[in-house]
């Protein structure tokens, strides 16, 4: 089995010519957030794509965004849209049951609000701003009320919609809207969903493969089994989950979660129709997709090695001049990539810092040779023996 990554996403920003610096311009910027599921990382190196090498020589690259866990399609991509980790933002899985209203969600079944309400999307602030509206492109919970609020422009999923329709609606609707849209959102199944069919080395897509736990078994009894299951899954119970998966606190999450080692997957009966699949855990690099940027908030022809996936929320909420609502992501973490920022990273820190004490020390050392060679040599002195009695030199 091989293992895949979660998404690409592109971030295009745009500026009205001549607002930059200035005050007095009260056309907003427009920013457009484009996501490519299950575009892993290493397919940058792995094949050859010239149209988006040449879009990230004019802009940005990441090379590695960690993905939030667990590593699937739509707790990521609300927690790119909210700067939030799945425990706060309440999308914790591609499907979920809730044991206090016995609701079950899953991504034919995701139009309540009741499961997207415990964050506040992206959009929804930029449309609570004067004179700003919000479009989207079957981007997960776009179609739905979160905060009894959709985006002024919205296509309900549907994925036989083909990638060309969507970029059309897009473009229209970034182009002639009132009041203006400033910020626009797509998604695309591609390369997830081939993925999943072919495996990623056939540069193919993932689909979603984590099975809902029945809350009514006894947990303690499945726990036991499942743990001495396979050497090659772990098991833990919810309170036992390590921190740094940020993936505990939140009635949804299971009681008991699976984890399988990276190239195995989790199945039911011994055959599986699929050649990759992603959920693992996401310090593993082949679950890291990268981000790519270009627009004039953007640095061009500059690269990154890593951001988290909820940094990307609070740079566009910057980028739009949005307060962010509160969030996991880190701004500092992204700074480097926009041209209004001003930065310096740990090695560059670490090397201005090797290179100022090697000036010092080498001054140091000249301006002592230079007053040692000035003072001249250190005049001759004698030796005087004490004049007594006794003479030291008869014996």
Known sequence: MFTMKLLLVF???????????????TLPPKL???????????????YEFPHLQNFIKEGILVEQVKNVFITKTFPNHY????GLYEESHGIVANSMYDVITKKHFSDINDKDPFWWNEAVPIWVTNQLQENRSS?????????????NTTPSYFMNYNPSVSFEERLSNVSTWLSNSNPPVTFATLYWEE????????GPEDKENMRRVL???DDHIDRTKVYNKLKTCDPHMNVYLKEDIPARFHYQHNDRIQPIILVADEGWTIVLNKSSPKLGDHGYDNSLPSMNPFLAAHGPAFHKGYQHSTINIVDIYPMMCHILGLKPQPNNGTFGHTKCLLVDQWCINLPEAIGIVIGALLVLTTLTCLIIIMQN???GPRPFSRLQLQDDDDDPLIG
């Open 11 to 25: 971030l295009f920003s745009g500026l009205i010519t001549g607002c930059r610096g200035n005050s007095s311009c």
């Open 32 to 46: 457009l957030l484009v996501s490519f599921d299950g575009f892993r990382a290493d397919y940058l190196h792995n």
């Open 79 to 82: 927690s790119i849209v909210t």
């Open 135 to 147: 479009a989207a492109a079957m981007w997960p919970g776009t179609d739905v009320p979160i905060r």
């Open 191 to 198: 390369p997830d969903a081939s993925g999943h069919k072919y």
């Open 211 to 213: 099975k809902e736990i």
């Open 373 to 375: 060679r000035l003072s």
